[in-house]
């Protein structure tokens, strides 16, 4: 395992590398973004730590380079005096905000650290060690040798691969570092939404990333167990047949997936639209152009990232620029250009990227379709039914005035479409207010998406059966950050005037009291599956369950080069399969096929590797030159190998460099 001294001087790196990027930025924001601008300096300079990096590593250079630019931009702040004490000490609480969010799910990674066979955990850990072995773009695939990373969306691996080679971690614990820096993230930029739009209670807009789905309580009393009531509360529209994750899920589930990997940045835009919204009018000359900047960063990270959240976010900014662009600027076609700037400077922004994603097989996407069984109204409800409360009680004027309004959704039930029903609903309460408020802006917006869902998916690889998984998950858990933000922001109104007379020291004490329950309710609620804790190293827990493989991982750590090729156990995803490489981050033959098949286009390259993979195991005659086919360097044979292969090796040819009990690692004699 990897000592705690190592680990804890991983942290407090990490730590200062994101705390130097925020503060060099900070003076750089305040013109566009004024009092928000300390606190979303923490996002907004980690998306220019990865835009510069990936540069630079398409270029060729070290990606530590990428800290000269943070440098120069700190240096030349202080040399115009653009950093002043007092301002600094009032800005504080976003510091605190930012610590307290990191330390809160960084408790719940050291309770439950483990890369295991769940979920894609041992994906997102591979992707990750293969970047952190060699920054290069594009990043080598470590399950597919001889090829790259082109044909997924690897961004959030590289931003957090980067951040672990400037704070010299290994991947093991860098990936448990993913998780919290992403909640930390997020927080803030919820916060900033809060302080933006709310004059008290700003906190309260962090709550989307906490708060559970209605069927979370309902499994609670049904199903067997926490975890198991964790997890059916995530597969609940569709009989299971989709996927419907909220935040406080995935924060907990410990995957550090593409589209937890994007959240933050979801937020952050959002934020950045509210600014729109609220600040245009405000904004003078170059200002504007500086916002637009900060969106286009924003907006063109996101298909690098999780390529899904894109499809929603473009639409929703060319709502609110023209919704803005009306209001603000007398819809004058000579104002138009700011607007028309964000989705060209965001597409120019990761060009190569795109280029590059397309090029190699383009997208599993086949186009919009018809849903043919939309949602049921009460799984429907068991996902958004916080969201809809808010929304009903906010129209309840509305509704005393127009309560025809209540048979809308009665009526389209009565042709299956019940849960759109629901949504047309709250949509026609909110538009009925006749107000030009964010909330009400984003409640309708997000509502528009559900609706959408309920009409159209987009067609991918996952079969008939699954037709509508990735549509359900992936625009549901953006429709969550949207209508989160709309609920919570009138939630917050409701309450302006409530606990005023509090003290700030005990506000603090409740905050506290807040932290240490969230802390306690996270680490025993959190989805460790019964692997020990107890570190952030997370492959320490191989050391007990399978000691061979972990002493041949910590053999292989110490003598392989990045380039090394590795030849191990081919088999399926979400099995333990294509562990070496995923601790390792070295490339493998072939690793989970399922993903591999998923990825690429035909399998019968994918099938040829598995075949030939065991017959480097099993035929004595074709090791060697099959090894020399792919530029395998080792060859690993441990338990799973035995398991599955009837191993038998020419070792004439071979030299044993590595062996223990239950593991023996060859080379080519």
Not at 92 to 98: A, E, P, Q, S, V
Not at 384 to 412: M, R
Not at 452 to 477: A, H
Not at 629 to 658: H, R, S
Request: aromatic share 16%.
């Amino acid at each position: 395992m990897i000592s705690i001294e190592s680990q804890i001087l991983t942290v407090i790196l990490w730590l200062v590398v994101i705390k130097f990027c925020q503060i060099t930025l900070y003076p750089y924001l305040k013109p566009a973004l004024g009092k928000i601008s300390y606190g979303l300096a923490y996002p907004v300079g980690i998306l220019l730590l990865t835009i510069v990096s990936w540069y630079l590593g398409l270029s060729g250079l070290p990606v530590q380079l990428v800290l000269i630019l943070f440098a120069a931009l700190g240096g030349f702040a202080l040399y115009k005096k653009q950093y002043q004490k007092d301002d600094l000490k009032n800005q504080i609480t976003w510091d605190i905000l930012f610590l307290l969010a990191f330390a809160l799910l960084l408790t719940v990674r050291w309770f439950s650290p483990g890369i295991i066979p769940s979920g894609e955990k041992f994906m997102d850990a591979a992707f990750l060690g293969s970047i952190m072995q060699n920054p290069v773009v594009t990043p080598t695939d470590p399950w597919f040798a001889g090829e790259n990373l082109n044909i997924y969306y690897y961004l959030g691996h590289w931003m957090m691969g980067v951040l672990g080679i400037l704070a010299l971690g290994t991947s093991t614990v860098v990936f448990n570092l993913m998780i919290p820096t992403i909640f930390a993230l997020a927080s803030v930029s919820s916060y900033a939404i809060g302080v933006l739009l709310l004059k008290r209670h700003q906190w309260i807009l962090m709550l989307v990333l906490i708060i559970p789905n209605a069927a979370l309580f309902w499994n609670a009393f049904t199903s067997g167990g926490a975890v198991q009531a964790w997890w059916n509360s995530t597969r609940v529209i569709g009989n299971g047949v989709t996927i419907n994750e909220y935040p406080l899920f995935s924060f907990l589930w410990g995957d550090p997936h593409a589209h937890l990997l994007g959240c933050f940045n979801q937020l952050l835009f959002i934020c950045l639209l509210a600014v729109m919204m609220t600040r245009w009018q405000d904004l003078k000359g170059w200002r504007k152009y500086l916002l637009i900047g900060i969106l286009s960063l924003s907006l063109g990270t996101m298909p690098s990232m999780n390529s899904w959240d894109v499809l929603i976010y473009a639409g929703v900014y060319l709502v609110v620029a023209f919704m803005v662009w009306w209001r603000f600027d007398g819809h004058q076609f000579r104002k138009l250009l700011p607007f028309a700037l964000v989705p060209v400077l965001s597409i120019f922004s990761y060009a190569p990227f795109l280029y590059q994603m397309f090029t190699a097989g383009g997208s599993s996407i086949q186009g919009f379709f018809l849903v043919t069984t939309p949602s049921p109204v009460i799984e429907f409800l068991g996902v958004y039914l916080f969201f809809f409360v808010i929304f009903v009680i906010h129209g309840y004027s509305i509704l005393k005035k127009y309560p025809w309004l209540i048979a809308l959704p009665i009526i389209l039930g009565l042709f299956g479409y019940a849960s759109l029903g629901i949504a047309l609903f709250c949509i026609i309460l909110l538009l009925a207010k006749r107000e030009w408020q964010p909330e009400i802006i984003f409640g309708v917006i997000g509502l528009a998406i559900l609706i959408f869902m309920e009409i159209f998916y987009l067609k991918d690889y996952m079969g008939d059966t699954y037709y509508r998984m990735n549509t359900v998950f992936k625009f549901g858990f953006c429709a969550w950050f949207i209508l989160g933000t709309s609920s919570l922001v009138i939630l917050g109104k409701w309450f302006r005037n409530r606990f005023t007379r509090l003290k700030q020291k005990h506000m603090l004490a409740a905050a506290c009291v807040v932290f240490v329950c969230l802390a306690g309710l996270f680490v025993m609620g959190g989805i460790n599956l019964g692997y020990p804790g107890g570190t952030l190293d997370g492959g320490a827990w191989l050391e007990t369950s399978h000691p061979g493989d972990y002493e041949g991982i910590q053999y292989l750590q110490s003598v392989a080069l990045p380039s090394d090729i590795i030849v191990e156990a081919a088999g399926t995803s979400y099995t333990y399969s294509s562990r070496i490489s995923t601790m390792t981050g070295l490339t493998t033959i072939i690793g989970w096929t399922g993903h591999e098949v998923g990825w690429r286009t035909g399998v019968g390259d994918i099938s040829a590797r598995m075949a030939d993979v065991k017959s480097i195991y099993e035929d004595p005659a074709q090791t060697v030159s099959l090894m020399n086919k792919y530029g395998a360097t080792y060859l690993f044979v441990g338990e799973l190998e035995q398991e599955i292969y009837t191993v038998n090796l020419p070792l004439q040819d071979l030299v044993n460099v590595f062996s223990s009990d239950d593991a023996d690692i060859y080379q080519i004699r």
